[in-house]
């Protein structure tokens, strides 16, 4: 559930750079990472500008004004010390600048239904779209396919032939559908919801739900029976669970289905929505619950190319991704999702 926002999270130095909505989606950039410099702010522009800087020869920092095409160079006296994984800083600025005439290219992967995929040439524009919103991810290029590539989510399938372990030569000889004039028209939205009882306390018990608004005798209600009882493990195996029940129904059941995916995880939304292809396999067995994320990678990039293979054998083009929705808004399948939770839970 969505609460009173608490600050931004700004990464200097991290796995990805950026500014983050809440500290799980930061501390997924810095744990483990060798030199991470990360800092909690009240407002946005103190955000942005932490990231963008870059700390260089002891006392000199580059500071990107995304605002326009002019970069700011400041130069002075640093003091820094560290706290709680963040930084603290103080700089006595000079007033050079630089131009630049290089177009940029702020791109907006939505995972949020209500907020559309968007690219930006100006950084207060994107700034004003983004701020506030929940389930989007943001990046700057300087080319626009790169731009249009990450808005898309489209990854080097490559990437997710790795992740699913399979060549894709071999995956295609085995699951690629026969010839045929029927499409497959059918669609399955299918709702994930984790839960933990007491969660943060050595008493937490947790427990995920999936639900199948149109096919409810698929629903899964089961307790996590692995490592720490937190409500963000019970997330991610929630999506996993409804991963292995919908690859199930694709390679096992004459009826395809065209699936959606639905979880108010901001966290699983954005990761397998853009960012999972971003990360080298060092930087994935560093990210915390390790052990959940790389199954549910090949779980889910197994699904995603069996749509792309088959994409012709579907009206919606084998479109397949995960959109993020509001918890305890009142949405039907959710509440359904989060009740299958919680009954998981009691279970442990």
């Excluded at 955000?47 to 800087?53: R, W």
């Excluded at 999972?276 to 790389?294: M, W």
């Excluded at 509440?335 to 998981?344: F, H, N, S, V, Y």
Aim: proline share 3%; charged share 25%.
């Amino acid at each position: 559930m969505a609460g009173k926002r608490s600050g931004y999270y700004a990464v200097q130095n991290g796995r990805q750079q950026g500014v983050y909505n809440n500290w799980d989606d930061c501390k997924e950039q810095v744990t483990g990472y060798s030199g991470a410099r990360y800092k909690k702010f009240d407002t946005y522009a103190e955000a942005q500008a932490f990231s963008n800087s870059q700390v260089s020869s002891g006392a000199q920092r580059n500071f990107s004004s995304q605002s326009n095409s002019t970069s700011n160079y400041w130069s002075g006296s640093y003091s820094g010390t560290s706290y709680g994984g963040g930084y603290s800083h103080s700089w006595a600025p000079t007033k050079e600048k630089k131009n630049y005439s290089v177009k940029k290219y702020y791109s907006v992967k939505s995972s949020n239904p209500s907020v559309p995929s968007k690219i930006f040439n100006d950084w207060k524009e994107c700034e004003r779209y983004v701020k506030g919103q929940k389930g989007l991810s943001f990046k700057k290029f300087e080319d626009q396919v790169s731009a249009e590539q990450f808005m898309k989510g489209a990854a080097d399938e490559g990437v997710d032939f790795t992740h699913a372990g399979i060549s894709k030569n071999e995956f295609t000889a085995k699951y690629k559908l026969p010839p045929t004039n029927k499409k497959y028209s059918g669609t399955s939205r299918v709702y994930c919801d984790g839960s933990a009882l007491a969660n943060g306390t050595n008493s937490s018990c947790a427990g995920y739900g999936v639900h199948f608004a149109d096919e409810p005798a698929n629903d899964i209600s089961e307790p996590l029976r692995s490592g720490a009882q937190t409500n963000n493990r019970a997330e991610i195996q929630a999506v996993s669970r409804a991963l292995d029940e919908i690859w199930h129904n694709l390679t096992e059941n004459s009826d395809k289905k065209c699936y959606q995916i639905k979880t108010d995880s901001e966290y699983v939304a954005k990761l397998l929505n853009d960012r999972y292809f971003a990360y080298t396999n060092d930087e994935l067995a560093g990210l915390p619950n390790s052990d959940l994320i790389n199954p549910l990678l090949e779980k889910f990039t197994k699904v995603k190319q069996y749509y792309a293979v088959n994409h012709e054998a579907f009206d919606n083009d084998g479109r397949f991704s995960i959109e993020w929705v509001k918890g305890h808004a009142g949405e039907p399948g959710n509440e359904i999702a989060d009740e299958l939770a919680r009954r998981g839970a009691l279970r442990n």
